[in-house]
Every structure is written in C-alpha cells, then in structure tokens.
C-alpha cells in the first residue's frame, strides 16, 4: 500500500485504506489483492485534491482509469499532483477542480491509437457539467507514425458538444492543466509565461509559468459561457462572506 501511505504523507490525514467501509464486494469472493485495487482506484477521488472552501466556482472531474492486469496504469498519487496544479494555475480565474468519481476502465483501452479510438471514449456515457478526464497507458500521436504524446483534448466527431481531457501515463504534473486550458477555450500560444506555449525554453523557469494575462481572460469568458449553457455546473455554492478583490 505505498501508494495509500504517500497519499497520508501528501495529505498529512489517515490513510484513505482505514476510511474505507468493510465491505468492499461479495464477501468471501473478494481476494486480497482485488481489495487493494479498488482502495486504490478508490483513492482517485477520496486521495486527490479538493476544491478549497473559498473556491469561487468549483467544477467535478469524472475520473476514468484504464486498469490492465488489474491494476490502474498509473498510481493516485500521479493524479494527484494533476489536479493539484490544476487548481494552482486556475486560482488565478477562481476556478477549482475535484475528483467527484472514478470510473474503472477495461484494458482494451490501455492504447488510443487512432481517432476513432478517441471518439469512442465515454460515448452513451457522458455526462454534461463535470469534465470526463481518461487516464491511459499510452496515447498515441495521430499526426505523427509511431510518435506519443501525454496528453489532448478532445472532441468527439460525431459529437462535438462532447468533449474531454484524455492523460497518457507519461504526463508530467502540468498536462491536466494544459488540456484544461484547452477545455477552457485556449489554443497553443507563443507567450514565454504560458504552459499553453509547447515551445522549449528556459525563461521563466518552470515554476513561474502559468497562464498569460490574455489567456485567462479568454478563460474567464469561456467559464462563464460553459456555466451559462451547463457544458460545466458548479459544485456547491460558496458559503460566508464573498471573498473582498
Ligand atoms: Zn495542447
């Protein structure tokens, strides 16, 4: 359980395996290892982080995770370091992020080749107002043979209300936050401060990029048109004294 005991340490709470009920299947046909898969795949909501109270607009992700051999492709601790810079680079437009549920996925999706394969994620199961994120094996380049890439957002084509964030395992800490600015509106940019400019570089380093003043004004009016048209529901409403700006 390393993973349940990095999350305690992240979280500095009682591991996620001592809060979980006791029955966790059919009893008696639950093994050991089954147990721990799903208080691990349990962990993609209860070990991540939470939307702050005094979030002005807090948005649910729907987690999918690819299981293959019947373990998750990558550890809740990864995802947790996602949507923590998530919601680091969206202070900035009063927006949170937090993992309301996750869904287990077969491993025939462990690799999204094509485009087709990326169309079919979540099709008859998708739901308006949260941001269906999928976390894969491998994700491939469909612009380039035999080339991967960590991360896209994506349209379905024969829906294109239909949208989602998909992960490749090899995602670093920022690519939810670089597909949600995708999500939130946002092209490529050539701004040095931006995590939406793909463009090596040394200046500013790493930790001071975020998102360019231009780009979160896009962002806020793509908040509030997707609030306004229920593409995104807020999650609870802000309670005490509005915050003073
Ligand atoms: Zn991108």
Redesign the pocket.
């Known amino acids: 359980m390393g993973a349940a005991i990095a999350l305690a340490a992240l979280l500095g709470s009682t591991p996620p395996v001592l809060a979980m009920p006791t029955t966790i299947g059919p009893i008696g046909t639950v093994t050991l290892v089954q147990a721990r898969v799903q208080l691990g795949m349990r962990a993609f909501v209860t070990g991540v982080p939470r939307c702050q109270a005094d979030a002005k607009l807090c948005f649910g992700l729907v987690v999918h995770v690819v299981e293959v051999d019947g373990a998750p492709v990558v550890d809740p601790v990864w995802f947790f370091a996602q949507v923590d810079a998530a919601n680091r680079l969206f202070d900035a437009i009063d927006v949170a992020f937090e993992s309301i549920e996750v869904r287990r996925e077969n491993a025939e999706r462990a690799h999204i080749a094509s485009r087709s394969d990326r169309d079919r994620l979540g099709r008859g199961e998708h739901d308006k107002g949260v941001v269906h994120v999928w976390i894969v094996r491998r994700l491939a380049d469909v612009d380039i043979d035999g080339a991967e890439i960590r ?3 994506w349209r379905d084509r024969a829906d294109l209300s239909r949208r989602f964030v998909i992960l490749s395992s090899i995602a670093g800490d920022r690519t939810l936050a ?2 949600l ?2 999500f939130f509106g946002l092209p ?1 940019s050539r701004y040095p401060v931006s995590i ?1 400019n ?1 463009t090596p570089r040394d200046d500013p380093p790493w930790e001071l990029r975020g998102f360019h003043r231009d780009e979160l004004s896009r962002m806020r009016r793509d908040r509030d048109e997707m609030v306004a048209d229920g593409t995104l529901v807020q999650r609870k409403q802000r309670r005490g004294r509005p915050r003073r700006r």
Do not use: L, T
Request: glycine share 20%; hydrophobic share 20%.
């Open positions: 991360g896209v957002h670089h597909e600015g995708h490529h939406m793909k």
